[in-house]
């Protein structure tokens, strides 16, 4: 469940929200892991793509507009059918954020931020 956004004033107000006061990022981040390991979460996701490598800055801090190259696998019936590269994936991150369908259990540390694998129920995918 998503509980609010980091939103420094500009932010805020370009979305028409209040502000956090967290212009200076995030620290301490962790979204709690669901039951479903990544095996499952490709099984419930049944047919989309399996990002593992993201390429680019495309993301508009202001209106949450997101595009990045992107790597990853094609899954088709809950399993993986082949790898994809050179293809583009994008959304807008308010979106984004309420479409997440699960997080899973298999949680990784980076810093100070903490997250398992998400699955999101719909995004564009660009390219062959």
Same mark, same amino acid.
């Given at each position: 469940m998503l509980r609010g956004y980091f939103l420094g004033s500009y932010s805020a107000r370009k979305l028409g929200m209040k502000t956090t006061g967290s212009a200076g990022g995030n620290h301490n981040l962790i979204l709690e892991g669901g039951e479903l390991d990544l095996p499952a979460?490709?099984?419930?996701?049944?047919?989309?793509?399996?990002?593992?490598?993201?390429?680019?800055? &495309?993301?508009? =801090?202001?209106?949450? %507009?997101?595009?990045?190259?992107?790597?990853?696998?094609?899954?088709?019936?809950?399993?993986?059918?082949? =790898?994809?590269?050179?293809i583009t994936i994008a959304?807008?991150?308010? %979106?984004?954020?309420?479409?997440?369908?699960?997080? &899973?259990?298999?949680?990784?540390?980076?810093?100070?931020?903490?997250?398992?694998?998400?699955?999101i129920e719909e995004m564009t995918i660009a390219g062959n």
């Open positions: 979460l490709i099984g419930k996701m049944g047919r989309g793509l399996l990002v593992t490598e993201l390429m680019g800055h &495309g993301i508009n =801090p202001v209106t949450g %507009d997101y595009s990045r190259g992107a790597a990853g696998y094609w899954v088709e019936g809950g399993e993986i059918r082949h =790898p994809v590269e050179e959304g807008n991150l308010r %979106d984004m954020f309420r479409s997440i369908v699960a997080i &899973g259990s298999d949680m990784l540390t980076r810093g100070s931020r903490t997250c398992g694998s998400v699955l």
